[in-house]
């Protein structure tokens, strides 16, 4: 069983970047499919980004559409870490954003393991 946790989230202008990172810790994420999510106040969590598994060292990446060309999910080659990078930020990226893993089929039904969070606030 791994456990998740975020950092890196924090206050930002608006056109400016964060970069977080989302550590494993008990495991690595070898062979498991990250994503990560964001959760603005009053709003249903909704998928920003993904790293997926498709067999030996091959990953592949999703973004929802309304960050594709901004954001950029990556791992460490330790697979101890998934970072997302985020670029041209704008207000309504503003919310807390979680990391979360699992080992079944891309994309996954229910993540199996979530981490604590961490807010990313963009000012107008």
């Known amino acids: 069983q791994i456990q998740l946790v975020e950092s890196g989230g924090g206050l930002v202008q608006a056109g400016g970047s964060l970069n977080l990172s989302c550590a494993a810790s008990?495991?690595?994420?070898?062979?498991?499919?990250v994503g990560w999510f964001r959760q603005a106040p009053g709003k249903e969590r909704e998928f920003v980004a993904g790293s997926s598994w498709r067999g030996r060292t091959t990953y592949y990446t999703h973004y929802n559409e309304s960050v594709e060309g901004r954001f950029t999910i990556s791992r460490d080659n330790a697979q101890t870490t998934v970072f997302l990078q985020m670029t041209s930020l704008k207000p309504e990226d503003t919310g807390v954003y979680y990391c979360?893993?699992?080992?079944?089929?891309?994309?996954?039904?229910?993540?199996?393991?979530w981490g604590q969070g961490t807010q990313v606030t963009v000012s107008s």
């Open positions: 008990g495991g690595t994420f070898n062979k498991y499919g």
């Open positions: 979360a893993a699992d080992r079944g089929p891309w994309p996954p039904l229910k993540y199996d393991y």
